[in-house]
């Protein structure tokens, strides 16, 4: 089965050092993850598959066989599966083949509507703005002034859960201008975030599930 765009959360390491981050393609046989500082080429790397319609992650193991960090769009790496549980595999198969089946879009979780305050900033200094839309692997931050596409930001959410503000990186990957009615604004894909990042996102998400 070739590979496919899809977009869900994974936290990998290598050498030591833990990354919260997300997708941007999948195959049975290995994996694209988005990262601005992505290991080497050869490295040996732990992940967890943070994969729709599952409780608990997936863990495989990969080596590194291609990366890139020259540009925001193309930052990240192909890892081939090295280690990975056939039943993990096997889910791997038939999620794609359901999401084929259904003409999904990319993302790999739904988006729901919230009203969140958002700090984010790219090569300028932070300014505050607020997210309609949120999920697992993202964010649509409205804003007047959109970045363009593939512009690297910081992002810092408030969520109701707690006083502290948790930040990620993100890499814009959708631009909406004001026209035909639209909002403005950009959509924002977590990338290179720390395990509290993740911890936050997840508990959020989970009580807007149950509401």
Do not use: C
Request: charge should be neutral.
């Amino acid at each position: 089965m070739p590979s496919a765009n899809f977009v869900f959360p994974v936290r990998y390491v290598s050498e030591g050092v833990a990354v919260q981050s997300t997708s941007r393609e999948l195959s049975p046989l290995g994996i694209a993850v988005r990262s601005l500082t992505p290991p080497p080429v050869g490295a040996r790397v732990s992940m967890a598959l943070y994969l729709p319609n599952t409780s608990v992650p997936e863990v495989a193991i990969g080596r590194v066989a291609r990366a890139r960090a020259d540009s925001p769009a193309e930052s990240g790496f192909w890892a081939d599966f090295i280690v990975v549980d056939p039943q993990a595999r096997m889910r791997i198969s038939h999620l794609l083949s359901d999401r084929d089946q259904e003409e999904a879009n990319k993302r790999g979780f739904p988006r729901h509507e919230v009203t969140l305050a958002v700090r984010f900033r790219s090569a300028r200094e932070f300014v505050l703005e607020h997210a309609s839309n949120m999920s697992r692997g993202g964010i649509f931050i409205q804003t007047d002034d959109p970045p363009p596409l593939e512009t690297v930001v910081q992002v810092e959410l408030q969520l109701p859960d707690d006083p502290q503000p948790v930040s990620s990186s993100g890499i814009v990957v959708h631009r909406q201008l004001a026209v035909g009615g639209k909002t403005p604004g950009v959509g924002v894909q977590f990338v290179d975030a720390s395990d509290a990042f993740r911890e936050r996102i997840d508990r959020y998400m989970d009580s807007l599930v149950k509401q």
